[in-house]
């Protein structure tokens, strides 16, 4: 009874590393979604995956890229880390089937760029 | 393109009284979902409550309801009865209909309970 399961939790890089950030669910939901969190701006959409195979961008998709290698599972990438990357990660999921189902999110990654 | 407003970065409010936070929105489509959630300081978020746009009347879940005008665009939410535990931050949602696949926060309100 996972849910959306998030890996690491927490995180530091330096500058010019990089990093994946792992999702995978048990929710058999189509739609996956990755959102950065900082202070004083809510959540903001990185890129999402409306199903298996496809990927668009959001609002903020720049220095990332995902990857949905099935339908469980749907990753972020940092290819280079920049300070600016310094945010609270979350993986979410939905179920489009109903226009009322709220997103699912599993329990966030804590990811510092130094 | 939706834009979601939470005009409240911080609200006080004593144990056992009611409190509002609100959250206005911009949409050109008629048909959207709003929605709320509450992140303690554990981090997680957890899902409170839902509105349709079409829907008639304001929703309820237990101790939260949703002061829905949709006139004004507006979709505060009410805490009747608060509890130490509310402390956290409340974030308002939309996704419009149009555009199923996205769903945009607003910065949210960070609640504290006093005892």
């Known amino acids: 009874n996972a849910g959306v399961t998030q890996t690491p939790k927490f995180q530091v890089l330096k500058t010019g590393q990089s990093m994946t950030l792992q999702c995978a669910q048990d929710?058999?939901?189509?739609?996956m979604y990755w959102y950065r969190q900082d202070p004083g701006m809510g959540l903001r959409l990185i890129y999402y995956?409306?199903?298996?195979?496809?990927?668009d961008k959001g609002e903020v998709p720049n220095g990332y890229n995902v990857s949905r290698l099935n339908k469980r599972e749907f990753s972020l990438r940092l290819e280079s880390a920049a300070p600016s990357q310094t945010s609270v990660y979350f993986c979410?999921?939905?179920?489009?089937?109903?226009?009322?189902?709220?997103?699912?999110f599993g329990n966030g990654t804590r990811l510092t760029v130094t | 393109a939706q834009k979601i407003t939470q005009t409240q970065p911080g609200m006080f409010v004593q144990e056992k009284e009611a409190v509002t936070l609100d959250c206005t929105y911009d949409?050109?489509?008629?048909?959207?979902?709003l929605f709320w959630y509450k992140q303690p300081s554990s981090g997680e978020m957890i899902f409170l409550i839902y509105?349709?746009?079409?829907?008639?009347q304001n929703a309820t879940e237990g101790r939260y309801s949703l002061n829905f005008q949709k006139a004004r665009k507006s979709a505060n939410l009410v805490i009747s009865a608060s509890q130490l535990g509310d402390s956290a931050m409340y974030f308002c949602?939309?996704?419009?209909?149009?555009?199923?696949?996205?769903?945009?926060f607003g910065a949210g309100t960070r609640l504290t309970v006093k005892p």
């Open positions: 949602a939309m996704r419009e209909v149009s555009n199923n696949n996205d769903m945009r």
């Open positions: 979410a999921t939905l179920d489009r089937s109903s226009y009322n189902s709220p997103l699912h």
């Open positions: 509105q349709g746009s079409y829907d008639q």
């Open positions: 995956s409306a199903s298996e195979g496809t990927t």
């Open positions: 949409t050109s489509d008629p048909s959207y979902g």
């Open positions: 929710m058999n939901h189509n739609s």
